[in-house]
């Protein structure tokens, strides 16, 4: 139970991130204002405000960035302006995640069009799909001749699999224009726009996935804490299948999630794929100081 002391503590943190969050301190500097160890800062707000220092920085400002960009001149001025090292980082905290209805999910995807194509990426070639309301898939694909574009004129009916297992009577359209433009604006270090995903799963793995979406570009976490996250202790190999369930790679970042041991673990798309990531946004922290 926290006491009247702890409380004031509580209370002038919150002030002190809210009036410095533009430098985006960690966890040492905040708990140094209130003259205690990181540690037991950490464990004391958690207890109070429900979430841990870190994620509610990101909320202070994402509030900060909603007023702020409708007037802005450009993206990349807004997240210096916020402290963020760049509008990458901003574009983190814009992933909407948005769950497809119960009425769609029971139909199969009936009355849903599904535009879909294959385009070079970063981390090699990768199949994208969206819908109206947003990008529905994202996965890495080898280069192989059924992965390519057909010729012109062809007469070929490549829908991926995954896509006709998960939504078999909506109607899909290959549009290469469009996926290219969708993976550009993807994996741009600048994005102009948010990004919408409209995706299935069980409420459990929604959770989770909203909890991956909370893990900053260049950090990581193991399974074990993100059961913690979603308040599921003891529940790490259910939330390892939730992981290893994410139907769109990168955005819903699952690449972001260690072994207790610090170990790479599995990926779906292959470990080398997710060394290769995280080695990327370790980078860019380290470029953006």
Not at 13 to 36: G, K, T
Not at 56 to 79: E, G, W
Not at 130 to 147: D, K, M, N, S, W
Request: hydrophobic share 40%; proline share 6%; net charge positive.
């Amino acid at each position: 139970m926290i006491n009247a002391r702890d409380y004031q503590r509580i209370e002038t943190a919150i002030d002190w991130i809210r009036a410095n969050f533009r430098s985006q301190p960690s966890v040492a500097e905040i708990a140094a204002a209130v003259h205690l160890s990181p540690h037991h800062f950490s464990r004391l707000f958690g207890r109070w405000a429900g979430l841990s220092p870190n994620q509610y920085l990101r909320s202070v400002t994402l509030d900060a960035a909603k007023q702020r960009l409708p007037s802005a001149p450009n993206l990349f001025d807004t997240a210096l302006d916020l402290g963020l090292s760049g509008s990458g980082r901003l574009h983190d905290l814009f992933v909407d995640l948005e769950s497809m209805t119960p009425g769609e999910y029971r139909c199969g995807g009936e009355g849903l069009v599904i535009t879909w194509g294959i385009a070079d990426s970063p981390f090699g070639l990768c199949m994208i799909a969206r819908t109206q309301r947003g990008i529905c898939a994202l996965e890495f694909v080898e280069r192989t001749p059924a992965a390519t574009m057909p010729r012109v004129g062809a007469a070929v009916d490549a829908t991926p699999d995954c896509l006709r297992t998960r939504w078999p009577r909506a109607s899909f359209e290959r549009d290469q224009a469009l996926a290219t433009e969708t993976v550009s604006q993807v994996f741009a270090d600048s994005p102009d726009r948010s990004i919408r995903l409209h995706v299935t799963g069980s409420n459990f793995q929604f959770q989770v996935w909203r909890a991956l979406l909370r893990v900053p570009s260049g950090e990581t976490v193991s399974y074990g804490s993100l059961a913690q996250a979603i308040d599921k202790r003891g529940a790490a190999r259910a939330v390892g299948q939730a992981v290893g369930s994410n139907p769109v790679a990168w955005l819903i970042p699952c690449h972001r999630v260690l072994r207790a041991d610090g170990g790479l673990g599995g990926y779906r798309w292959g470990p080398r794929r997710k060394a290769v990531m995280l080695a990327l946004e370790s980078s860019r922290m380290v470029a953006a100081g």
